[in-house]
């Protein structure tokens, strides 16, 4: 199941009613229980393409198969909000969507909206509260009291009480400290390989990438210019016109390579660069 | 959300672009006065013809700002029926009987029910919604039986002409504000108004101050505008959908709007202060400019024009000149 675009486009209106073509005939499945990141440049189509994956867009040409939903919507009378409940879609900057009395309620505030009663509303936000990591005790403060490391969690406990079946981040490590990032990503990849949920995230970070993701799309001028794993990805012909760094880990292995004769081997992060120096050295 | 137009600054460089900003502050303010002098419906059209004009040849995309008035048309629809109402006087256009009957009652709820079911899905939902009002009144005029009450209903040709006057004013006055704020960059109308106020500093009047605040509530209008997008966008995620929930459950939604609207607004409102506090801005102090402002010919034409315009209106109003 999972998503499935269809030669989906998207136009904004742009100031002088000209239309600006953020999205070009994208076809693409995301398929449960993968690990995508989305890499590209400013501007290159990555939100728009994320806020289509749970109905908050509605493609100007084409179609997104969401699940068992086809959007635009066939039927009238089907609710779109459901659907949203299957995706859920955690912003940049989430912390800014916080608005109840108390960090409890704020968590409560999604799965209520999707029509569960009190009670199981808080049995779920409770247990996402505590995914995320947070503490019992800091349940009941205002959630503006509270760092913004800690404000993010609350956030993405906000949509993890929902339930849904797939996550989209856009950019969920940007302004954190490299500490509160690492935390992070490893939340993302225990919500992965412990409770099987798909993870689709934006990021600029090359080093998140090729440690977590399964696959990789890059993004350009309103296209998909890559879709495969990173193994691929460095080695392409095309790398240099996809504006991406390499990891550094990877770039560690390249200049080893060049300047001790160390015989090149790709590696994506700091532990397999050292593991690998150590079988070279040992030899 | 896209389609409030207010506060917005559109690139171009047509002749309005190369205005002096205390030359269109002054004119904004004589086309306003003359808008409010003109005595009939004749001069007002002409007025509104010259302005129509005027707007085409800045070369701003005309159909944008006139979508961008779309939040007056129930204004305007309302006065015009007020107007079309009370005016009985001039010579007679039409007079129908017009019937509220069992009849054109269920219609029209039938009709305003069928409205706000399609509403979605028109395309030129204000064409759709004049249409609706007008043939609120043709049931009214056909469908007698069952009749409860009767009245005449007829319209007079001053009716017209004064609905008219007024809607024409109120339009120009529309396009000539939408017009200063779309050509002027929010730094040039700031030191334009700040320029023109000059005079009331005498009697202490915080000119700077003023003029800093109206500049820094324009420009962040459509800020705010896409925070709030934003957030609901956010919150939409979150299971919020204003078109389908209940009325109760909605209020309690819009609390998750406001909420981090203000917030953001209030933290917006700080780091700008703090900003401008680094870039050197105190309050009342002495400030040189970058730019400085001189009149061209262009704009002593246009100042002319303007206040040869508004002296023929109020010879006209006086009664020294008699037009048609």
Redo the contacts between chains.
């Keep these: 199941m999972g998503i499935q675009f269809n030669q989906v486009s998207y136009f904004y209106?742009g100031?002088?009613?000209e239309s600006y073509e953020a999205l070009n005939q994208i076809t693409l499945a995301i398929n449960d229980h993968e690990f995508v990141a989305i890499c590209g440049q400013t501007g290159s189509g990555k939100t728009t393409l994320v806020?289509h994956m749970?109905a908050?867009l509605m493609p100007t040409k084409g179609e997104v198969q969401i699940y068992e939903h086809t959007i635009p919507l066939k039927n009238k009378k089907t609710?779109?909000?459901p659907i949203?409940?299957k995706v859920?879609?955690?912003?940049q900057f989430?912390e800014?969507?916080?608005?109840e009395e108390t960090i409890l309620k704020d968590i409560m505030?999604?799965p209520k909206?999707?029509g569960l009663s009190d009670k199981e509303a808080e049995q779920k936000a409770r247990n996402a509260a505590k995914l995320v990591g947070l503490d019992e005790e800091i349940l009941q403060k205002s959630p503006?009291r509270i760092s913004g490391g800690q404000m993010r969690r609350v956030a993405i406990a906000?949509?993890l009480a929902?339930e849904p079946d797939m996550l989209v981040l856009d950019e969920p490590t940007r302004g954190l400290d490299p500490k509160g990032s690492d935390e992070m990503m490893a939340l993302f990849n225990e919500l992965h390989v412990t409770y099987h949920k798909t993870i689709v995230l934006i990021t600029h970070d090359m080093d998140i990438v090729s440690r977590y993701a399964k696959r990789i799309l890059v993004m350009d001028k309103g296209k998909v210019k890559f879709d495969g794993t990173r193994e691929i990805l460095f080695l392409t012909d095309e790398f240099e016109k996809l504006h991406l760094a390499k990891p550094n880990a990877y770039r560690m292995m390249e200049h080893l390579n060049k300047t001790l004769n160390i015989p090149f081997k790709q590696v994506f992060t700091e532990e397999e660069l050292l593991t690998y120096l150590k079988e070279v050295y040992h030899e | 959300m896209n389609n409030v137009t207010i506060g917005q600054y559109i690139h171009g460089d047509s002749w309005i672009y190369k205005m002096d900003p205390r030359a269109k502050i002054i004119a904004l303010v004589l086309g306003l006065v003359i808008t409010f002098l003109v005595p009939s419906f004749e001069i007002m059209a002409i007025l509104l013809g010259l302005v129509l004009i005027m707007v085409i040849s800045t070369g701003l995309p005309f159909m944008r700002m006139i979508r961008g008035m779309k939040a007056l048309l129930f204004l305007l629809t309302f006065t015009f029926i007020l107007q079309i109402f009370n005016i009985k006087t001039g010579t007679q256009l039409i007079q129908t009987n017009m019937y509220l009957s069992v009849s054109s009652i269920a219609a029209i709820i039938a009709l305003i029910i069928l409205y706000n079911l399609v509403k979605k899905r028109i395309k030129f939902r204000s064409i759709a919604f004049l249409s609706v009002v007008v043939i609120i009144f043709v049931l009214q005029a056909y469908l007698p039986f069952g009749q409860l009450m009767k009245y005449e209903f007829s319209i007079y040709s001053d009716g017209l002409f004064r609905t008219g006057f007024l809607l024409f004013r109120i339009f120009i006055v529309v396009l000539l504000s939408s017009l200063l704020t779309f050509t002027t960059m929010t730094t040039d109308l700031n030191n334009g108004l700040e320029s023109v106020m000059k005079p009331l500093k005498v009697i202490r009047f915080p000119v700077a101050e003023i003029s800093m605040m109206l500049s820094l509530t324009l420009r962040f209008i459509p800020t705010l505008m896409e925070e709030t997008s934003k957030i609901m966008k956010a919150q939409a995620s979150r299971g919020v959908e204003f078109s389908e929930s209940t009325l109760k459950k909605k209020i309690g939604q819009i609390i998750s709007l406001l909420i981090p609207i203000f917030i953001i607004s209030f933290k917006r409102a700080e780091d700008l202060a703090n900003a401008m506090e680094a870039r050197g801005y105190v309050i009342g102090d002495k400030r040189t400019k970058i730019d400085i402002m001189r009149f061209a010919w262009l704009d002593i034409v246009t100042l002319c024009l303007l206040a040869g315009l508004l002296s023929l209106v109020i010879l006209l109003n006086t009664g020294v000149i008699h037009a048609f």
């Design positions: 209106r100031v002088k009613n806020q749970n908050l609710l779109i909000g949203r409940k859920g879609l955690v912003f989430p800014y969507q916080l608005f505030f999604g909206n999707f503006f906000g949509i929902m």
